[in-house]
């Protein structure tokens, strides 16, 4: 067998793939680790869904692979050290969700900023009136300037927005802020002078509770959040508190870990913070650029006479040729 897909590609991808390659498709063991393992023997390249963790036992299993693709972007569920060690190429199609995070950001925003169009769409036909907001002339603070920043400054850019922005990775001497056309600011300027706050920082452990009780005590009443991170970035009680007090007037967050708002967690309480599944990533537009670039570089790989590893995720730079 020359591919495992146990994460469904789009079904133009999967033919072309079909024409030049065996292909197997076993989605229904995606969360069962033996028959995973039992699945991905004789594979030489597999299609994993996110929840789906690489460790070294896994690749044991799998003696003949040489390429592991993601559909989306996260190096948590790979283990690259034991990937690297047995030469198994890494690839990722992490430019493919770019535009769609962006956008569920923006929604998210106007969404919180115009409440009222919320409620008719959960089914209240006749909703009382709320009196909204309006983006443009609001000052948004970008807390992290991941690629789905760029295109988002430029969206709001277009209503009109102020836009500020802060990254611990990006000094404020860089031409990035200017190129975007975003002012650098400090952590807590950021928080002290934006009406709204959009959390798309590129996480690492050292970002874990980097929106902790210290950062929202300088709060400017009422803020909007929202966020496309790992929950993690925010310190639970912390955040609970700012919800309760009116700091932060609502807070959307795609993609909560486990146990982040469940039972017996501070935030259980809390409704004005809306949890979504993931829903960033999933557009039909960007589920056909992740299929193709993936198909494009299953191809290469397999039919390189001497593949050469790299267990760094890879971007795709340009569309696949089909």
């Known amino acids: 067998m020359d591919i495992l897909l146990i994460e469904r590609l789009v079904p133009e991808c999967v033919a072309w793939l079909e024409a030049r390659h065996t292909v197997e498709h076993r989605p229904d063991v995606a969360y069962e680790p033996g028959a995973l393992r039992a699945a991905v023997g004789s594979a030489r390249a597999v299609v994993l869904p996110r929840k789906a963790v690489v460790t070294r036992e896994f690749l044991a299993a799998a003696p003949m692979l040489r390429i592991v693709g993601r559909m989306h972007a996260d190096t948590d569920n790979t283990d690259l050290e034991a990937c690297r060690e047995r030469r198994v190429e890494v690839v990722q199609a992490r430019s493919a969700h770019v535009r769609s995070n962006a956008e569920f950001l923006l929604a998210s925003l106007l ?19 709320r009196v909204g907001r309006e983006l443009g002339g609001s000052t948004v603070g970008l807390l992290g300037i991941a690629p789905a920043a760029h295109t988002l400054a430029l969206l709001l850019r277009g209503l009109g927005a102020r836009l500020i922005g802060y990254d611990p990775a990006v000094h404020r001497s860089s031409p990035l802020w200017s190129r975007l056309n975003v002012e650098p600011v400090g952590l807590y300027e950021l928080v002290s002078f934006a009406d709204a706050i959009s959390v798309q920082i590129i996480y690492g452990s050292r970002y ?115």
């Open 111 to 129: 969404m919180l900023y115009r409440r009222g169009i919320g409620l008719p769409l959960a089914g209240q036909r006749h909703a009382d009136f």
């Open 208 to 322: 874990q509770h980097l929106v902790n009780d210290r950062l929202l005590a300088y709060c400017k009443p009422g803020q909007y959040w929202v966020s496309i991170s790992r929950s993690a970035v925010f310190e639970p009680h912390a955040l609970a508190r700012a919800l309760a007090d009116g700091r932060i007037d609502s807070c959307v967050v795609d993609g909560a870990e486990a146990g982040f708002a469940s039972r017996g967690s501070p935030l259980h309480e809390s409704n004005n913070l809306y949890l979504t599944p993931r829903l960033g990533s999933h557009t039909r537009e960007a589920r056909v650029r992740a299929s193709w670039f993936l198909a494009g570089r299953l191809h290469d790989c397999l039919t390189r006479a001497d593949p050469v590893p790299d267990t760094a995720p890879h971007d795709p730079a340009t569309a696949p040729i089909v």
